[in-house]
C-alpha cells in the first residue's frame, strides 16, 4: 500500500518570496510521483511528474521538485511566488505497472500569499 | 481539445435517496477515474474504468457503483445517501497506463446530503 504525507497544512509566505511545500510517502513498490493543484472551486491541475531519470523535475508556473529516494520526498518548490499562486497544492503517487492509474493523493497543502 | 466536463455542479440530496453523477471525459482519453474529495481533505480514490469495466476500486461500500459507457463518458451512482458522503465528486480522464498516465480533472460536482 501506498500513503502520501504533507507536512504543513498551511504555508503563507509573502509575495516574491521563496517556497518549498514537502512531501513524503511510503510504498513497498516503485511509485511515479505527482503534484497538483486546485484552484478555487476548480478541479485539480497537473503541476509536475516524476517518471525516472533526473531527479529534479520543471514543471508549469515556475514550480519545481526534487525526487529524494533515501528520504522518500518529493518536495515542491519555487523561486519566487505571485499572488496567483494562492491555491491548494497535493502531492500523489502511483504505484509503477499497477494496471491502472491509482493515484493516492496527500491532504493537500494550502499555499497563503500575502502582498 | 475538449475537457472533462461534469454535471450537474451542485446537488443536494436527503439522506436515503440515490444520486448519479455525470462524466464526459477528455477527447482522445478511454479511461474514468472517480474520486471524492471532502472539505480540507486531498481526494480519495473511489474506482476507475477502462473499456466499460471497472479496473480497480479503493476502499468505498457497494453502494459506490458506475458505468462506462462506449462514448467513453461515465457515471457514479450512490444509493442510500449518507450525511457523510457531502463532499466534492471529481471525475479524472486519462490514457491507459501503467500508473504514470496523469489524470486530467473536470471541476467536480459539489453534493451536499441533508
Known amino acids: 500500500a501506498q500513503s502520501v504525507t504533507q507536512l504543513d497544512s498551511q504555508v503563507p509566505v509573502f509575495e516574491e518570496a521563496p517556497v518549498e511545500l514537502r512531501c513524503n510517502y511510503s510504498?513497498?513498490?516503485?511509485?511515479?510521483l505527482f503534484w497538483y493543484v486546485q484552484y478555487p472551486n476548480q478541479g485539480l491541475q497537473l503541476l509536475l511528474k516524476?517518471?525516472?531519470?533526473?531527479?529534479l523535475v520543471k514543471g508549469i508556473n515556475g514550480f519545481e521538485a526534487e525526487f529524494n529516494k533515501s528520504q522518500t520526498s518529493f518536495h515542491l518548490r519555487k523561486p519566487s511566488v505571485h499572488i496567483s499562486d494562492t491555491a491548494e497544492y497535493f502531492c500523489?503517487?502511483?504505484?509503477?505497472?499497477?494496471?491502472?492509474?491509482?493515484?493516492?493523493f496527500g491532504s493537500g497543502t494550502r499555499l497563503s500569499i500575502r502582498p | 481539445e475538449t475537457g472533462v466536463t461534469q454535471s450537474p455542479t451542485h446537488l443536494i440530496k436527503t439522506r436515503g435517496q440515490q444520486v448519479t453523477l455525470r462524466c464526459s471525459s477528455q477527447?482522445?482519453?478511454?479511461?474514468v477515474s472517480w474520486y471524492q474529495q471532502a472539505l480540507g481533505q486531498g481526494p480519495q480514490f473511489i474506482f476507475q474504468?477502462?473499456?466499460?469495466?471497472?479496473?480497480g476500486r479503493g476502499n468505498f461500500p457497494p453502494r459506490f457503483s458506475g458505468l462506462q459507457f462506449p462514448n467513453y463518458s461515465s457515471e457514479l451512482n450512490v444509493n442510500a445517501l449518507e450525511l457523510d458522503d457531502s463532499a466534492l465528486y471529481l471525475c479524472?480522464?486519462?490514457?491507459?497506463?501503467?500508473?504514470?498516465?496523469?489524470?486530467?480533472f473536470g471541476n467536480g460536482t459539489r453534493l451536499t446530503v441533508t
Open positions: 479524472a480522464s486519462s490514457t491507459p497506463g501503467t500508473g504514470n498516465s496523469p489524470l486530467h
Open positions: 510504498s513497498s513498490v516503485s511509485v511515479y
Open positions: 516524476y517518471l525516472s531519470g533526473s531527479t
Open positions: 500523489a503517487v502511483s504505484p509503477v505497472y499497477s494496471g491502472a492509474s491509482k493515484i493516492i
Open positions: 477527447s482522445g482519453h478511454n479511461t
Open positions: 474504468y477502462y473499456r466499460e469495466e471497472e479496473n
